[in-house]
């Protein structure tokens, strides 16, 4: 739990709430719950699109969201997912105002995501909707760069013919100061970002 103190206390400067949750109902409602309270940048029309991940599945965010008429897209997972999308997937990932995704690791020392591209694991549901929901266990939680490190090199398909094309690191939601130094949220990616830590 000392680790989940000093993310959220990282996290407070960097504009990214930390909502720790007991379990997968309670995520699923609290998610739920943000998804009702925000309104999508453009347009009145409300739909989600999120990750095939076991952590996601367990949320059951379709029929928790169904009685809104709030629907969560979960696109197949395919050899190119990771690298790019097409057809009915971009339309569902552009057209959706959340983007719910789960992360390999968090890095507690700066608030920063792991997140590793997979075919599973379609990097546009994290960048291209305007908000940006990750959920992770608190296992999931660890110190630094140097554990972070020490973990990849100990994986059973660690090594130069293992290495995934992409690993992302994100701290806090999308911004810029480059204009005059006003710091400017969503320039690049998401404008917010919403992390949810699964208790047990």
């Known amino acids: 739990m000392l680790l989940l103190e000093k993310l959220i206390q990282q996290a407070a400067p960097l504009n990214l709430p930390v909502i720790p949750v007991s379990g997968a109902a309670a995520a699923a409602a609290a998610v739920s719950r943000l998804v009702r309270e925000k309104n999508p940048e453009w347009g009145d029309t409300k739909s989600v699109v999120a990750w095939q991940h076991p952590l996601i599945e367990e949320l059951n965010l379709p029929d928790e969201l169904a009685e809104h008429h709030i629907p969560v897209h979960m696109p197949e997972a395919t050899p190119q997912t990771a690298v790019s999308i097409s057809g009915q997937m971009r339309t569902q990932v552009v057209e959706s105002f959340i983007g719910i995704t789960a992360a390999d690791y968090c890095l507690a020392e700066t608030a920063t995501l792991v997140i590793r591209s997979g075919p599973d694991q379609a990097r546009a549901i994290s960048l291209v909707p305007s908000i940006h929901v990750a959920v992770i266990a608190l296992d999931q ?39 005059e130094l006003n710091m400017v949220h969503g320039a690049h990616g998401p404008r917010e970002l919403h992390l949810f830590v699964l208790i047990p």
């Not at 059973?156 to 995934?164: E, Y």
Request: aromatic fraction near 6%.
């Open 141 to 179: 939680i660890i110190a630094d760069l140097t554990e972070l490190y020490a973990l990849l090199k100990q994986e059973p398909n660690s090594g130069p013919n293992h290495l995934t094309n992409c690993m992302t690191f994100i701290t806090g939601p999308s911004k810029t100061a480059d204009i």
